[in-house]
């Protein structure tokens, strides 16, 4: 299956700071990708819509401007977390999809954020 | 709007089967997945099911029926390692997944 790597696998930061995740597809071309935040013993919830040079479609209910994704790249997508804050502490997961897989997506290994 | 239930725990003995269920209500639908995914890990694949019918691979099956809004994972032999959380998605297409909240699975010796 195709790979998706995801980086940093966990970060502890300080509140106030910003915090960049960053989600590579490494054996195809991700034309989407998906970020999703997953807290405590709760499933996965869609945050956002990642398409390649465009901007980011957001789900209801997540802040664009504190939640800055940029897909610059067929092979890149980031995740920015503006102005972190103890609430923003959480799992947060991409998935890519792309020529290879437009009914499958491919996730990456997560990143645990705590914000101190 | 959309709406995807499944039961929040279920337990289980070692060697047994057990079946999860997962009802779902969406707007769109491009598939129904299902998930394995432990604790502070990403979620693994397991099926995909887009026309109805039983899907069987291995020690795990899933079955769909589109009508109803209703697809289960059946998983047999269970062993130790099973235990995990199962999610069940709706696709809406192009790898966008919906998920439902989750089940816990116990498997218990």
């Not at chain 1, 790597?5 to 989600?23: D, F, L, M, N, Y």
């Not at chain 1, 890149?76 to 890519?96: G, K, M, N, Q, W």
């Not at chain 2, 709406?3 to 003995?13: G, K, L, R």
């Not at chain 2, 890990?41 to 769909?64: H, I, M, Q």
Request: charged share 15%; aromatic share 12%.
């Amino acid at each position: 299956g195709a790979v998706v790597s995801q980086h940093p696998s966990w970060v502890i930061c300080k509140s106030g700071t910003s915090v960049k995740i960053e989600c590579r597809s490494l054996d195809f071309q991700a034309t989407t990708m998906f970020w999703y935040r997953q807290f405590p013993k709760q499933s996965l919830m869609l945050m956002a819509t990642s398409n390649e040079g465009s901007k980011a479609t957001y789900e209801q209910g997540v802040e664009k401007d504190k939640f800055l994704i940029n897909h610059a790249s067929l092979t890149l997508s980031t995740l920015t977390v503006t102005s972190a804050h103890p609430e923003d502490s959480s799992f947060y997961i991409c998935s890519a999809s792309g020529s290879r897989g437009v009914t499958e997506a491919f996730f990456g290994q997560g990143t645990r954020l705590t914000v101190v | 709007g959309q709406n995807i239930d499944q039961p929040t725990e279920m337990t289980a003995t070692e060697g047994a089967i057990v079946q999860i269920n997962c009802t779902y209500q969406t707007s769109g639908f491009n598939g129904l997945f299902w998930y394995q995914q432990h604790a502070g890990e990403a979620p693994t694949f397991l099926s995909y099911n887009v026309l109805d019918g039983l899907e069987e691979k291995g020690r795990f099956s899933s079955f769909l029926s589109r009508s109803k809004g209703y697809s289960y994972l059946l998983l047999k032999e269970l062993q130790m390692k099973d235990s995990a959380s199962y999610l069940c998605a709706v696709g809406r297409g192009g790898g966008k997944l919906i998920f439902g909240q989750g089940t816990e699975l116990s498997v218990k010796p």
